[in-house]
């Protein structure tokens, strides 16, 4: 168990509206990532932190921003949110040996 | 081409199988190679690194060609417990220490009674 949970686990929210989803962590890892996970594209990064107030974007982070105040815990933003970011969300820190990465239990967002 | 592909299966195998799980990968900059496991619904969970030299954790062996840029995990005695998706994961690194993880897919696994 890396001490990672997420909030809100499920969210239902309309087209529009801004969405904010919570990752906290009790182990104080550095590296911290978010990643979305649909069908047919597999886990693919978001934004990651490597600090506090240190953060870059991955993969496909248009229409996300993410901050990192605290080290344990890292937001992710949805600023106006679409049908397209329906999706399931994970966040996960890195651990200490192999670069390997461990992930929360997820949030399931729908926009309608 | 994906960066990370997989035979997304599904595999059907009795308990007591020996099954086997490839992957390839198209950045030859990748740095670190893993297998994951996901159940239905669920987080992915490391299942194991993946080294140059092979390595095994009890029933599970992964081995890694970096000439080939291939990977592959073999699963002897198949458990009914062992059925899950299984993701081919391979890291680069974008600034320091960090790593982006690339999945693959993921293989589709059903053992059966």
């Known amino acids: 168990d890396a001490g990672i949970t997420q909030s809100p686990r499920h969210k239902v929210t309309e087209t529009g509206t801004p969405v904010t989803l919570r990752c906290h962590q009790t182990?104080?890892?550095?590296?911290m990532y978010w990643y979305r996970q649909d069908p047919g594209h597999g886990l693919r990064l978001i934004h990651y932190s490597y600090g506090v107030k240190d953060t870059d974007k991955g993969e496909v982070s248009d229409g996300y921003s993410v901050s990192r105040s605290k080290t344990e815990d890292f937001l992710l933003t949805l600023e106006s949110a679409t049908s397209s970011q329906t999706s399931v969300y994970f966040c996960?820190?890195?651990?200490?040996?192999?670069?390997?990465?461990?992930f929360g239990p997820g949030t399931r967002l729908t926009v309608t | 081409r994906k960066e990370v592909e997989q035979d997304p299966g599904p595999f059907n195998v009795p308990e007591g199988a020996t099954v086997a799980f490839n992957c390839t990968y198209s950045n030859s900059a990748s740095q670190s190679f893993f297998w994951y496991r996901q159940d239905c619904r669920k987080e992915p969970k490391l299942l194991m690194s993946?080294?140059?030299s092979g390595n095994e954790d009890g029933r599970f062996t992964a081995q890694l060609n970096r000439a080939s840029q291939y990977i592959s995990l073999l699963i002897r005695d198949s458990k009914l417990s062992d059925s899950a998706t299984y993701l081919c994961?391979?890291?680069?690194?974008?600034?320091?220490?960090?790593?982006?993880?690339?999945f693959g897919s993921g293989t589709q696994l059903t053992v059966l009674p």
């Open positions: 996960a820190i890195q651990g200490q040996g192999n670069y390997e990465q461990y």
């Open positions: 993946v080294y140059s």
């Open positions: 182990e104080n890892h550095r590296y």
């Open positions: 994961v391979v890291a680069s690194s974008p600034s320091g220490s960090a790593r982006q993880l690339t």
